[in-house]
């Protein structure tokens, strides 16, 4: 019960705050793009809560299948942010890699060849299937990329509130990437494939850290009191 209650919470912070940010400036690319980060954290929360209720191998699938997405639109928000000049047709290559995926997530044996529940909602075992390289190689290479643009824009930005707000987002980029590394890559290896609320708090604490950006650094340049009752909250969950 205690991790479905966790799990719905994050879901529930997820949308919340991508809906607040978004409703903003609808029309700034960096609400956009973080709107949509959001809702595929919140998806790939819910269907971790999904896996977590049955044995059924679908919704472990999906779980990855969403997973791809959700880093991918880190990425692509990651650009975004720090102004990079990159051409739509890389925009275009990562997306449909992601895709490609998540499609490929629902094989059978792609994932993994054997499902069997451990601890209740909590974690599963099972054997590795053919394609989990692929998943792992791909999470790894996006994971790399946004931290090293996040690394390389502070280091050669000469505004010192631009440098300050994306410090932030980096511990939070690197705190959710190991979070979830874990659980994607290297967990796996040792036929554990699954901690279904570890996911979801890793991007959360993702997003947190970029609302605190927001809070103290203006990140997205909006009202600072109304975010900080949304920050206040996000901490006062994970704490």
Known sequence: MTVKLVLSIIIFLDLVLG????????KKPTNIMFLVMSIFAAIWTYLNYRAGLSNSVFWLQSTYAS??????????WTWIVTKCKIKK????????????????????DFITSDYNQVYSNVIFSGEIGWGS???????????????IRLIREI???????????????????????????LTTVILPQFKIILLGAVDGIGFLIF????????TRHKLFNIKVIAIEFVTVSLW???L
């Open 207 to 214: 997003l947190s850290f970029i609302a605190y950006s927001i």
């Open 89 to 108: 047709s890389s925009i275009i290559l990562v997306s449909v890699i992601a895709c490609s995926l998540s499609a490929m997530s629902f094989l059978p």
């Open 236 to 238: 006062a969950f994970i």
């Open 67 to 76: 997973g791809a997405f959700v880093i991918t639109s880190g990425l692509v």
């Open 133 to 147: 390289f692929m998943y792992s190689l791909f999470y790894v290479v996006i994971g790399m990329l946004i931290l």
């Open 155 to 181: 280091t050669s930005t000469l505004d010192e509130q631009f440098k300050i707000q994306l410090k932030f987002v980096l511990v939070g980029a690197f705190i959710s990437l190991v979070t979830s590394a």
């Open 19 to 26: 809906i607040f940010i978004f409703c903003q400036n609808f």
